[in-house]
């Protein structure tokens, strides 16, 4: 069993920066695949990025690609996602997963996540 918990949301004029933080307990995140997906209202859950077991592959979508950085800390149980150039389509509820996605369309589908954080709220003003 895995708990993660999100934090790092907040409010942020158009153009700004926010780094999201998702701290794992229970077991270790070195075994995971990991994810960020998002939720606006009134949307279906999207994925945003995802970083395989050991970091050496990394997946965005195009919406993000560019502004957005997924990185992991296996010593610190700890997954990140810096996020640039924010924009009011990007505010949403951000969720991080761990899962056992076993090849590049199972990073992007959320069926393979297993364990989510509870989210943390991204408000971007324009």
């Known amino acids: 069993q895995v708990r993660l918990v999100e934090s790092g949301g907040g409010l942020v004029q158009a153009g700004g920066s926010l780094r999201l933080s998702c701290v794992a307990s229970?077991?270790?995140?070195?075994?995971?695949?990991l994810g960020w997906f998002r939720q606006a209202p009134g949307k279906e859950r999207e994925f945003v990025t995802a970083?395989?077991?050991?970091?050496?592959?990394?997946y965005y979508s195009d919406s993000v690609k560019g502004r957005f950085t997924i990185s992991r800390d296996n010593a610190k149980n700890t997954l990140y996602l810096q996020m640039h150039s924010l924009q009011p389509e990007d505010q949403a509820v951000y969720y991080c997963?761990?899962?056992?996605?076993?090849?590049?369309?199972?990073?992007?589908?959320?069926?393979?996540?297993?364990?989510w954080g509870q989210g943390t709220q991204v408000t971007v003003s324009s």
């Open positions: 997963a761990a899962g056992t996605a076993g090849n590049d369309r199972q990073f992007l589908d959320s069926r393979y996540y297993a364990y």
């Open positions: 229970g077991r270790a995140l070195s075994i995971y695949s």
């Open positions: 970083i395989s077991w050991i970091g050496g592959s990394t």
